[in-house]
């Protein structure tokens, strides 16, 4: 136990000698605290160079996360802009044909009921139109069906509160027409590849010329004269038939109607030079 005692002290006695070295000013070159700060020192600088990187790493991560947020809020506002942008876009091609359709509602001389497209039937094209339009709002059967660029069809069948329009391709669509520049008179019939023709008797295809504009002859009262129908865009008028045929371009886009006008007031009126001043 004495043993242990003086080693104790021995001990004691070297760290405070350690001690009071390192806190001596003037030390040797390589006196103890030079020695321990030799270990120590290197040590010290990875600490501070690992603490540095760690931070630098750490101040990447949050900005990266910075502009991760950043960059979704960007795309979110540029989404919402787009669909603003779509949205806005859509009202104002609306707003433009109601005005197209209030303007000739305001000029023709014929009682006219505005109607929206809520249906359309396809078969490779569109086949018929059903309007929000019927018996209710006084729409009858055979009313004939129009928007500012010319014919639709006409009415086939009635409900309480929707009416299905026959487009001009349907097969069994007929209308009697006029060649408007050479007054040649003929029938457009719809194909059925969905085509629209304009059949005449072969001795007037002198009287039709591509580029010709057909128009609505009003014989039978149910269109009035001078709905333009299309215009020819080909035509066959072989001598060894009774009749020639003409191709035709409608004037009416059947796939893009969304609003008609339908005339539930008839009259005799010819319609020409107010689908001519449109």
Not at 86 to 110: D, H, I
Request: avoid cysteine.
């Amino acid at each position: 136990m004495a043993y242990r005692k003086y080693v104790l002290l021995v001990s004691v006695l070297l760290v405070s000698l350690l001690l009071l070295t390192l806190q001596v000013p003037g030390q040797a070159a390589w006196g103890p605290g030079e020695f321990v700060s030799w270990f120590t020192t290197p040590a010290q600088v990875l600490v501070t160079k690992a603490h540095r990187s760690a931070l630098s790493l750490w101040t990447a991560y949050r900005s990266w996360q910075d502009l991760k947020a950043e960059n979704r809020g960007l795309h979110a506002e540029v989404e919402r802009l787009r669909v603003e942008s779509l949205q806005a876009a859509e009202l104002r091609q609306e707003t433009n044909r109601l005005r197209r359709l209030l303007a000739l509602k305001e000029r023709l001389p014929l009682e006219t009921l505005s109607g929206e497209v809520i249906g359309k039937e396809w078969g490779g094209w569109v086949r018929s139109l059903t309007v929000n339009r019927g018996r209710g709002a006084g729409v009858a059967r055979l009313t004939p069906v129009i928007v500012p660029a010319g014919l639709v069809g006409r009415v086939v069948t009635v409900r309480a509160n929707a009416a299905v329009i026959q487009l001009l391709n349907d097969p069994a669509s007929a209308v009697g027409a006029v060649v408007q520049r050479t007054r040649a008179q003929g029938v457009v019939e719809g194909e059925p590849g969905g085509g629209v023709r304009f059949k005449f008797l072969a001795r007037e295809g002198a009287g039709v010329h591509v580029g010709d504009l057909i128009v609505t002859s009003g014989v039978g009262g149910l269109f009035p004269r001078g709905l333009p129908v299309g215009r020819v865009s080909a035509v066959d008028d072989r001598a060894s038939g009774l009749f020639g045929y003409a191709g035709l371009a409608p004037v009416v886009d059947f796939a893009r109607v969304e609003e008609v006008l339908l005339l539930v007031g008839q009259s005799a009126a010819d319609l020409g030079a107010y689908f001519a001043a449109r």
